[in-house]
């Protein structure tokens, strides 16, 4: 197995779980109880920013011990794959300069305020000499981040952000030194280790924020079932991951379970839901020599089947390839903060530059030149105007992640903000993507009937018995106590009820040709048999949500890979134009001709074959049932039933883009003010230091505002 | 004067005080996961946890 396991002398391991579902502290009660109380457990500790459970356990207890215990208490688990390990968090390596610029600001301002309040020569040399202790060390280690990014920008001949932060930071932090030998007049440690603070400040936030999103999807990622029994020559059954699958092996693939690999039945009769894979609702039977893919739910009976292509051979690994070559059109989109700041970091530095030329041409001493010069250097630091995008960009995705939408990165929502046009998949899109049964015919059942319905479907993992005791159970209904319960592959269960003989099972030919769509049948000896059909229905609040994206003046449109006769049903209840039948090269094509016309196009989708149309639109969401290669191309997943949250996001990432430019207005309009005032010399490096940090705190308390923005 | 010589020590020695326990909180992990420990403070702690 491929678990994170560490061998202890005491004969004890430790076994992480990913738990994607916790998302509260009853959650993280209620896992961390479930575990604790098996005997063999020694701790079980949670981790809900990771959405992960890390127990320590006697080598007694296995594996699926601990996630069958976790379902029990309502919870799906996975182990951690180690091949998914965590990516490290970005916001960890700046805390440690983050708490040293703080700690270091406020001790120099303490001796700063000594100064200003008059301290005169011995003392304030000495207060000095304090400052310069505490700030160079200091500034040599908070600033780090910033000298190390510069100077990788400045050694691939570009410049960004922190190549004025750097260059700033660094001659302030010398001329002072310069003043403190000399026994001069004034240093400006304070103002240069204020600088630091605010700016590490915006960074960590900008750094958390995507640690949160990535946290999120990382755990939705792991979820994938990458592997497969495969029988062995002896008949031993053996579990073996989707990479370790060779051609010409055997596996076995239950019902319920998804296809690893490529391949042809080599034994049983089932049928298989292709929707991932192509968008087709209706499930396809196929017998003994009948080709199946990867990425396809068997839905009947459990089969053989003789691995014919793994891994990159797969239809699967064409769609991956697909992807990334479509991913590279978005890979040219730059960020708005990037724009900004190289047009920023060229004018900040002539304009420091030449007000030092300037003042040393009017006759201005060197000394007092290089003072204006670092005062118009950190008076325009690019503060404000780095806390724009990060502190909006970091409320916002807060706000929609309170509303169940993740967001991969900041970028995602700059270019959600400017979609014009809107794509839909149909399949597990529009629809839910999996068989809800008619609710008329659950209603009508009487309440004795529906429990032994429950009962039943309960004990068995075929989609349409879990659908049906999904839908009993949240009407209400108990389960009935049966005897002898029995699943028969392929047929159904069996059960005895109160001495009767009762049974959910497929439906017989006759009725499921009279019918069409899928159905099961409930058999209770005396009752005539019931028939319950199931259908795709639609994502609740799909209309009310087109009708917002409309009124948002985005056109909507469905692109399906299923059959016409299937889109044309959903396509007539939204009342939404659809084109039928797309593989994932015509979706993709489709949403070229879109962006060639000159629209922003906004593709949601979920199955495999959407992850190319996925990676080329310029945004695209996600449901959080979708295939982990659907949730990987999007920069949205959602997560929840209800269709509204796509208008939600939209609306947010808007409001988000109306903040970030207001706060773009007021940094720039601040340094248009200040700058002409440094340059005059009327500015020394503390007030401009004060100035900015005012400039700073507007920006925050305005980004603020997006708090409410999911709505 | 003399008031400052011993004042002064007394707050870089706090401040640093401070900024030791920050480190040491930091690599004792407990800025791992920082949403489970706002949470955790709702569980009502009936049978200890173990």
Known sequence: MNLPARLDPAGEIETVLTVPAMHCAGCMAKVERSLGAMAGVTSARVNLTARQVRIAHSTSIAMPDLVSALSASGFASQPLDEDLAPPPSAAKPLLAPLAVAAFAAMNVMMMSVGIWSGADGATREMFHWLSAGIGIPAIAYAGRPFFTSAWSALRRGRTNMDVPISIGVTLAAALSLYETATGGHDAWFDGVLMLLLFLLGGRTLDAMMRDRARAGVDSLLRQAATGAMVVGKDGKLEWLAARALLPGMVMRVAAGERLAADGVIAKGTSRFDRSLLTGESAPVGAGPGGDVLAGTLNLDAPVDVTVSAAGTGTALAEIARLMESAGQARSRYVRIADRASRLYAPAVHSLALASLIGWLLAGAGMHQALIIAISVLIITCPCALGLAVPVAQVVTSGALMKAGVMVKDGSALERLSRINRALFDKTGTLTLGRPVPDARMIEALPADVASVALALASHSRHPLSQALAEALAVRGFTAAPLESVEEVAGQGMRAIWQGRAVALRRPDVAAREGFGGMATMLDISGDPARLISFADALRPGTIAALARMAAMGIECSILSGDRSSAVAEVSRTTGLMAQCAATPVDKQEAIARLQSAGQNVLMVGDGLNDGPALAAADASIAPGSASDVGRQAADFVFLGDGLAAIPRAVAASRACMAVVKQNFTLAIGYNFLAVPLAIGGYVTPLIAAAAMSASSLLVVANSLRLVRAAR | ?50
């Not at chain 2, 401070?18 to 049978?47: H, S, V």
């Open chain 2, 1 to 50: 004067m003399t008031g400052i010589a011993i004042l002064i020590p007394i707050a870089l020695a706090m401040g640093a005080l401070g900024l030791a326990t920050f480190f040491w909180a930091l690599k004792g992990n407990q800025f791992e996961d920082l949403e489970g420990a706002a949470n955790r403070i709702l569980i009502d702690e009936e049978d200890p946890l173990s």
